[in-house]
Each structure stands twice: as C-alpha cells, then as structure tokens.
C-alpha cells in the first residue's frame, strides 16, 4: 500500500492485506495540526483490502477521534466498503463520502462563515441560543432574536442542528443538510449583524434539535433560546415532537416560533 498526503487529505493505494496504521499514524497526526477539524482519506486507489487491512481505519478512527476531530473516508470502492462493513467498529462509526469534495466540505461548514467574522467587544450580558432548522419560521425567529438580544445586550448564538439518522455514524456527511445550515446562518448572521450585534454561528451534529439545545443549556452564559420549528409533517410528528421534547428537556428560557398559518379561502 502507498500513503501520500496531499494537501488536506490522505491518499491510500493499492492493496491493504494487514493492518497498516503505523503506517498512517504519522501523516495523520501531521494533518490534524493543520486542520484541526479533521482529516479526510481518499480510498479511490484502493484496490483491495483484507479484514485484517480493515482494522487500519478501526485504529485511524480511535485515534482520530481521541483528537476530539473527524475522520471522513471518500470515493471508497464497492469491493472496498463491502469488507470494510463487516467490521463492526468500522461499520458503525466510519463516516464515508461519495467525493472528497463533499468530505471537505463537511468538515469546513463553519469555515466560510467565520471568514472574515470581526467579532465585537460589547458588553453582553450573556447569550442567546437562536436555534435554527432552514424552515419558513427561521425568518420569524430571527426577527424576534434580534429584538430579544438587542433589549437584553445579548450575544446571539445561531446554531444549527444537523440531525443524523440513528442509522449512520454521527459523523456521516449529509450535503443537503449542510448546505441548508451554511445557507441558514449566513442568513442569521448578515440579519443580526446588520443591527449591531454580535453573532457566533454553530453547527452540531446531533441526533435531535433537543440534544443540541439540552447540551447548550448547560453552560451557564446561554440565557435563553428562541428556537424555530420545522413545517408540519403528519408522518414524523413534526412540529409537536420537537416542541414536547424542547420544552420537556430544556430548563431556560424557550421561545418557540413556527410558520405563520395561512387561512383557507371558503
């Protein structure tokens, strides 16, 4: 097998019969001082791995993940993935991408919008959570956040909760969900910003809205939460089951904004 590292990635090609981390280690530990958010593996080279070559990404991904960082394998070839689903560790927590474009972009979500970001040095009194989903209340919520945060001189926190499906690892790329959260909050952000307040963006991902909020509430800075629900949708309970679990999960302050109803014409 050959390792290289290019740029931001870690390229593996050619076959994979044994366990080859001691191989990776140094390459790995190399990228993660440079891009701390985590460490993408192209396997598009690959073009044969045996189980025991599999337990190379188990060790990749206890290491990377005791970096408190994510791993995220691309372009992974279907000979490839079959084995590397037969190990249970691997199975359950690899996250794997379709391209390592899609993988890069997972892991720099936040980067474009903290480009550039002059943080201001108001006094603040604290924080408030403005929770949003890349629905039609988000707008809504956005409004009463500014109203809230100016009143108050409050720092606005906007997160977005990318909610991953118990069935994939957390750290699973899903491109649509990232694009509505970078989509989301630059428009939270350029909103809030425009009336003078400062905004700190933050995206987690989560297995539900109120894990995220459950989490922020903990820090003692979070004063509040204006948190926008998502559409009505009779097949996943939605926006009831968010609102019961918001309300029965988190102890401060909760402002909850949906879409606004429109009357039916008789």
């Known amino acids: 097998m050959i390792v290289e590292s290019v740029a931001d990635i870690i390229k593996l090609s050619g076959d994979l019969p044994s366990n080859q981390w001691e191989a990776i280690r140094t390459a790995a530990g190399l990228l993660l001082k440079s891009h ?28 990377i993940q005791s970096k408190k960082a994510r791993i995220i394998v691309a372009n992974v070839p279907p000979n490839v993935r079959q084995i590397l689903r037969t190990i249970p560790d691997v199975r359950s927590g690899l996250a794997m991408a379709d391209s390592v474009q899609d993988a890069q972009h997972s892991l720099d979500l936040l980067d474009e919008l903290s480009d550039g970001h002059k943080r201001r040095h108001s006094h603040t009194t604290g924080n408030l ?3 949003l989903c890349g629905g039609p209340a988000d707008s809504a919520a956005i409004a009463h956040a500014a109203l809230i945060a100016e009143r108050r001189q409050l720092c606005v926190v906007a997160a977005f909760a990318i909610v991953v499906p118990r069935s994939l690892p957390l750290s699973a790329p ?32 989560t297995r539900s809205v109120s894990a995220l909020l459950e989490a ?16 009505e949708n009779p097949a996943t309970q939605e926006p009831v089951k968010t609102v019961q679990q918001v309300l029965s999960r988190i102890p401060i302050e909760v402002i909850l904004v949906r879409e606004a109803r429109r ?4």
């Not at 307040?197 to 987690?204: D, G, I, S, T, Y």
């Not at 922020?216 to 629900?229: F, G, P, T």
């Open 36 to 63: 701390p958010r985590g460490v993408v593996v192209d396997c598009s080279g690959l073009t044969s791995v045996t189980p025991e070559g599999a337990q190379t990404f188990a060790d990749m991904l206890d290491y």
């Open 129 to 131: 959570v403005l929770a």
């Open 174 to 205: 899903l491109p649509d969900e990232e694009d509505d959260a970078t989509s989301a909050l630059q428009r939270a952000k350029e909103a809030l910003e425009g009336k003078g307040l400062e905004v700190r963006p933050f995206v987690e991902r």
């Open 216 to 231: 922020l509430a903990q820090d003692k800075s979070n004063l509040a939460a204006v948190v926008s629900l998502p559409k």
């Open 263 to 266: 009357s039916k014409q008789a």
